[in-house]
């Protein structure tokens, strides 16, 4: 089965960088759109960003310009480089293919982002 492991996440003051780690495995990486998530606390989870196979890339307006999105298909991993972050960018970050298959897709356990005023 499709296994999705994140990793990266950590404490940073405003400001910082952090970049995170998607591995996969269990798939034809290559062929997927893969996308990043957030859900902050009381929050829905929404879609960061995502990038197709042909590596065009779609942002959230919130993160336009702060973050990039990136993919490596002979490692089968999909990174997310995160600049300039802010307090609201706090949030366990998952990793999972776009679009969402939400009776077949499952998620992981994501990896934490912390950023203190």
């Known amino acids: 089965q499709v296994q999705l492991v994140e990793s990266g996440g950590g404490l940073v003051q405003t400001g910082g960088s952090l970049r995170l780690s998607c591995a996969a495995s269990g798939i034809r990486f290559n062929r997927y759109t893969m996308g990043w998530y957030r859900q902050a606390p009381g929050k829905q989870r929404e879609l960061v960003a995502f990038i197709t196979p042909g590596l065009s890339t779609n942002y959230a307006d919130s993160v336009k310009d702060r973050f990039t999105i990136s993919r490596d298909n002979a490692k089968n991993t999909v990174y997310l480089q995160m600049n300039s972050l802010k307090p609201e960018d706090t949030a366990v970050y998952f990793c999972?293919?776009?679009?969402?298959?939400?009776?077949?897709?499952?998620w992981g356990q994501g990896t934490q982002v912390t950023v203190s005023s």
């Open positions: 999972n293919l776009y679009p969402i298959n939400t009776s077949r897709d499952t």
